[in-house]
């Protein structure tokens, strides 16, 4: 007697096809895990998508006209996703990067028998007044309207750190049901740094990455004979930032030692990483960045300006959390100048990043999405903040 699937509902603003960001990246190692197991039924709901991607395994169903987000926000795609839900009818909803949608999943997931899984993807997931959502006004009250709506009633809530734990308890007296840590698969590419000194900085151009900082950080550097500095994103793409991308385009055509090698696939990504010798994060916030965890796959030690979720940064010495951009500047300084220690904190970061970032922590989703519980991670915010979470 055959045993009924599954029905999984994945809803997200984009797909992979379309943009590559990290929480994309982390679904679709979800559904490498998911899909060969063929006990799911799988929907992938996204306002943007790709019309040529044939994904193996599970279907994209486009929500809205394909235009990606509307003027006043995804909480526009009301009428339209909840048909499809209702057409749908899955048994779970997995929803990850906070917007209009993570309130209607709720919505729906109430008034029938279906759980929510949110994920958090960003600290400003759980931080009020800190999502980068745009400048319409109404867009903003919406947009925040919706996610909160969601967060008090999704019926469980996964967060990528304890910290989030900690915002999440703080702003709205939720507890999440696991801490799990992004993953990735184990490099397929050989770690050769015998090439110049390479710094690289990874994010899609936009304000909230700070890339500025790193083109002001180049600029400082430029006394460094030899040394190379990298930027690789998609460019910036909101009519709102045109005149910021060209002033920000303008400098770095004018910054010698710095060389803009635009949108690269993820392929792409890790090969250079794994010829690099560290990377530079200048975001103002993140989750907990896929391009650390890239990164010390493949022996690149990491300075970041703003972000060490965690603490992971100070505490297993996989790189070195700066603060202000002039210790920002001599933190890189220091590394590309001592081979040594730029090698220990590379050795380090790959074991680090092996134990706690392998995608056996897809394992622990899959049992929440299959049985509402995760047995083998019960982190809390009440747990020894030093105590990583092992997958």
Not at 22 to 41: K, S, W
Not at 232 to 250: F, H, K, N, Q, V
Request: aromatic share 6%.
């Amino acid at each position: 007697m055959s045993v009924r699937k599954l029905r999984l509902c994945v809803l997200t603003p984009v797909h992979s096809s379309t943009l590559m960001g990290g929480a994309e990246y982390q679904i679709n190692c979800l559904l490498e895990t998911l899909v060969p197991t063929d006990r799911y039924e799988i929907h992938y709901l996204a306002a943007s998508a790709s019309t040529d991607s044939q994904p193996h395994g599970y279907q994209i169903v486009p929500v809205g006209n394909g235009g990606g987000m509307p003027r006043f926000g995804f909480l526009m795609h009301a009428k339209p996703l909840l048909r499809l839900l209702k057409e749908l009818r899955p048994d779970v909803i997995y929803q990850r990067v906070a917007c209009g949608y993570t309130g209607l999943a709720a919505f729906y997931a109430r008034r029938h028998e279906t759980r929510l899984i949110w994920h958090v993807s960003s600290d400003s997931d759980v931080t009020p007044g800190t999502r980068d959502i745009g400048r319409n006004p109404v867009r903003r009250v919406l947009e925040n309207r919706s996610i909160e709506y969601g967060i008090r009633h999704a019926r469980h809530i996964v967060t990528q750190t304890k910290g989030q734990v900690r915002l999440l308890e703080e702003h709205y007296g939720r507890t999440a049901d696991a801490v799990i840590p992004n993953f990735h698969p184990e490099p397929g590419e050989a770690i050769d740094k015998t090439g110049p000194i390479t710094v690289v900085w990874v994010a899609n151009l936009k304000p909230l990455k700070q890339p500025e900082a790193f083109v002001r950080l180049a600029q400082k550097l430029n006394d460094l004979p030899g040394i190379r500095f990298m930027m690789i994103g998609a460019p910036a793409s909101g009519s709102g930032d045109r005149d910021w991308s060209e002033a920000l385009m303008s400098r770095i055509r004018s910054t010698p030692n710095l060389v803009y090698v635009g949108r690269k696939s993820q392929q792409e990504v890790n090969e250079l990483l794994a010829r690099a010798h560290v990377l530079v994060n200048t975001s103002r916030y993140e989750g907990f960045a896929n391009t650390f965890i890239q990164a010390w796959l493949r022996e690149v030690p990491v300075v970041s300006l703003n972000v060490n979720p965690d603490d992971v940064l100070d505490r297993e010495q996989v790189g070195i959390h700066a603060g202000t951009e002039e210790a920002l500047s001599d933190a890189v300084r220091g590394l590309v100048l001592d081979a040594p220690r730029r090698a220990e904190f590379g050795a380090r970061a790959r074991v680090y990043a092996r134990k706690h970032h392998s995608v056996r922590n897809t394992e622990l989703l899959a049992q929440l999405i299959d049985t509402g519980r995760v047995a083998a991670n019960s982190c809390s915010s009440e747990q020894e903040s030093r105590q990583p979470c092992d997958a």
